[in-house]
Each structure stands twice: as C-alpha cells, then as structure tokens.
C-alpha cells in the first residue's frame, strides 16, 4: 500500500476507535511512527464527529447537555487517548520535583490528585465554552480548533528531544522529527477547516485568527517549560498540549465572538 494512504490510515487506527485496523490489517510500523503528520487528519473525523453531534443534540436538549455529550462522544471516538495524556501530564508535573520523578510519576497508569482536578476543570470549561455561544459558532469553533491543537501540539517534534530512553517508554513512542514536506502536510489539514469557516461566516474572521494565535503562543510556552523540567517531551506530552492549546483556541474564540 502507499505511504501516503497508509499513514492517514494508521493515524485514524491509533487516534480514533475506529476498526480500521481490521479492514486494513497489515499496516507497517513505520507508518505508525508517522502518525503525527496525519493527527491533523484525524482531528478533521473527531472535531466534524463533536460539532455534528452537537448540532444534532442541540435541536432537541438545551446547549449545556448537548455540549456536554457531544464532548462525551468525542471522548468515546478517541479512546481517552489525549485525556489521559492530559491526566498524566498534570499528575508528573504537579506531583514530581526533579525529571526522574515526573516521568516515573507519568509512567504509572493510576490518576492521581491533580489528574482528576485537570479533567474537571478541562471538560467543565470546555462544555461551558461550546454551550455558551450558538450551536452552530460552537460546532464550527470545534471543527477549527480541533485540527489546528493537534497541529500546534505536533511541532514539539521539531523543537524537542524525547524525553525518555525507549526501554522505559510505555509504548516506544519516540517519533521521528518531521521533515518539511511532512509539516506541510500537517499544516494543510489543520488550515483547511480554519480557511473554509472564514470564506463561509466573515464573522468569525476575528476569533478564530485570536483562537490560532493564542494557541501557538500556549504552545511555545507550554514547550519551554517541558524542556525546562524534563528536557523534552513523552507521549503524554503530545495529548497534553493538544487539550490545553486547544482549550485556550476556544477560551480566546468565545471571548473573541461574545
């Protein structure tokens, strides 16, 4: 199979629940380390999923439980892979003082104090931010952010060094730096959706330049301070950054909008 059918394939298999892995059950290793090009990709399937949802639940529930089990939903389509990510993340960093205790902290599979609060605060914020604006800004906001945090949360490939030796890696998670063309490609998946809302509402013109913005500027700082504690990052790291660069997109974009 192409590369470059195969690696959009592997990183809806490792993103997402779908079964794809039984429709196409020979996909290489190597693909699989390329995942993190197409995550922009998958974030098209999950962030259209969330939006779509709550679009749909919205025509009959009010907005705060639409938006609640649209998030829900997503949760459910991604496996909790970038939640945990995110539990572990603030778990390692909350609870560790040196870099030996972080990752050995965010290696053990049990949530702890600051992990659960993290969650809390995310998911609350997160629904309270859809729920306030119009169903439709929500789902739109949603579709935009959702590729663009996983394009933003992917470029700690280019800046930073895996943290870890791969023997203690929980799943050998050492991607390999991305190459200019595999940036391009990324970038492009994560665009599309940003471009297409401002063609189609000029209205939201504002915000979502203000959401990307923000989110880069999470980025960077969320990035130092890795490299600062840990040297670099984890697979942990990657869903991390995801959620709270985009949970500042729809911070700054509902602020933007209002």
């Known amino acids: 199979m192409n590369k470059n059918i195969e690696r959009p394939i592997a990183a809806?298999?490792?993103?997402?629940?779908?079964?794809?892995?039984?429709?196409?059950?020979?996909?290489?290793?190597?693909?699989?380390?390329?995942?993190?090009?197409?995550?922009?990709?998958?974030?098209?399937?999950?962030?259209v999923f969330c939006g779509g949802l709550y679009l749909l639940l919205s025509l009959r529930l009010p907005s705060f439980p639409s938006a609640f089990l649209a998030i829900g939903g997503r949760l459910l389509l991604s496996g909790g892979y970038h939640e945990d990510g995110l539990a572990d993340f603030f778990d390692g960093f909350g609870g560790g003082t040196s870099?030996?205790?972080?990752?050995?902290?965010?290696?053990?599979?049990?949530?702890?104090?600051?992990?659960?609060?993290?969650?809390?605060?995310?998911?609350g914020t997160f629904v309270s931010l859809m729920s306030s604006l119009p169903p439709y800004i929500g789902a739109l906001m949603i579709i935009c952010a959702d590729p663009w945090s996983k394009f933003c949360s992917g470029r700690m490939l280019s800046f930073l060094e895996y943290a870890r030796k791969d023997a203690t890696a929980k799943n050998l998670a050492a991607y390999p730096r991305?190459?200019?063309?595999?940036?391009?490609?990324?970038?492009?998946?994560?665009?599309?959706?940003?471009?297409?809302?401002?063609?189609?509402?000029?209205?939201?013109?504002?915000?979502?330049?203000?959401?990307?913005?923000?989110?880069?500027?999470?980025?960077?700082?969320?990035l130092i301070f890795m490299k600062k504690k840990i040297g670099g990052y984890t697979g942990d790291c990657c869903g991390a950054v995801y959620l709270i660069a985009e949970l500042a997109f729809c911070l700054f974009f509902t602020i933007s909008y209002q």
Not at 112 to 121: C, D, K, N, R, S
């Open 178 to 222: 991305p190459t200019a063309p595999d940036t391009c490609i990324a970038l492009c998946f994560a665009a599309i959706p940003i471009i297409l809302t401002c063609i189609y509402l000029s209205q939201l013109v504002i915000p979502v330049i203000c959401g990307v913005i923000v989110s880069c500027i999470t980025t960077a700082f969320l």
């Open 99 to 123: 870099k030996e205790k972080i990752l050995t902290i965010m290696k053990d599979s049990h949530i702890g104090t600051y992990g659960v609060i993290a969650l809390i605060i995310f998911i």
């Open 12 to 47: 809806l298999t490792m993103f997402t629940k779908l079964p794809l892995w039984k429709i196409f059950p020979n996909i290489s290793g190597e693909s699989y380390r390329h995942v993190v090009t197409w995550w922009p990709f998958a974030g098209w399937i999950t962030g």
